[in-house]
Structure formats: structure tokens, C-alpha cells
């Protein structure tokens, strides 16, 4: 069973940083992209960022959070890092980790994490 499990999410004051971990893990062949989502309360979930996997590229980035966060992964690890730095009130959100992969079946899916909390407030 394909499983993206996320953490690192918590409460941190304006301005200032947290970083996510996503790890993807079980009988997979290959990643093709992963991503960050976020949806806030009452809101539609959003795209963050996303990175190609195995060298082929650099991760892009909503305009919302362009130069503050920064992603960055570990292939061999198949993880992903997610750096948040000068956080403001308005990144409240569920951060849900995303994948498209193949698993060792030759199944091409998309993956969702099970969403990790993070709450910016004084």
C-alpha cells in the first residue's frame, strides 16, 4: 500500500518558520511529481508548490507564498521538505502532501497525504 505520510506541522507566532515532511513509502516504481496543498477553513484547497522528481527540474510556486516558502526534496529518500519561513495568518491551513507515481504494478495514481494542521497566530 502507497502511503504519503506528512508531519512537522504546528502553531508558530507571524514571522515565523516551520518546516513539513512528507515521506512517501510502500511498493513503489517511480515518482513523477510532489506537491503541496493547502486548504484553509471555509475554503477550496489550493495548490502550493510542486517539485519533478529525479533531477529533472525545480519546484514552482503559487504566487501567495513565492520567496518565502521553499521546497526541496530527497530522492533516495522519496521525501520532501517544505521550508516556511515569514509566515502570516492567511497560511492557516491544512498542508496535504500529493503525488503522481507508478507503483511496482505499472499503476500510474495520484496520492494524498492525510493533511498535517498549521496554525499562524499571536
Known amino acids: 500500500q502507497v502511503q504519503l505520510v506528512e508531519s512537522g506541522g504546528g502553531l508558530v507566532q507571524p514571522g515565523g518558520s516551520l518546516r513539513l515532511s512528507c515521506a512517501a513509502s510502500?511498493?513503489?516504481?517511480?515518482?513523477?511529481?510532489m506537491s503541496w496543498y493547502r486548504q484553509a477553513p471555509g475554503k477550496q484547497r489550493e495548490w502550493v508548490t510542486s517539485?519533478?522528481?529525479?533531477?529533472?527540474?525545480?519546484?514552482t510556486y503559487a504566487d501567495s507564498v513565492e520567496g518565502r516558502f521553499t521546497m526541496s526534496r530527497v530522492d533516495d529518500e522519496n521525501t520532501v521538505y517544505l521550508t516556511m519561513n515569514s509566515l502570516i495568518p492567511d497560511d492557516t491551513a491544512v498542508y496535504y502532501c500529493?503525488?503522481?507515481?507508478?507503483?511496482?504494478?505499472?499503476?500510474?495514481?495520484?496520492?494524498w497525504g492525510q493533511g498535517t494542521q498549521v496554525t499562524v497566530s499571536s
Open positions: 510502500g511498493p513503489i516504481f517511480s515518482i513523477y511529481t
Open positions: 517539485i519533478p522528481s529525479g533531477g529533472s527540474g525545480w519546484p
Open positions: 500529493h503525488s503522481w507515481l507508478k507503483d511496482r504494478q505499472g499503476a500510474m495514481s495520484e496520492y
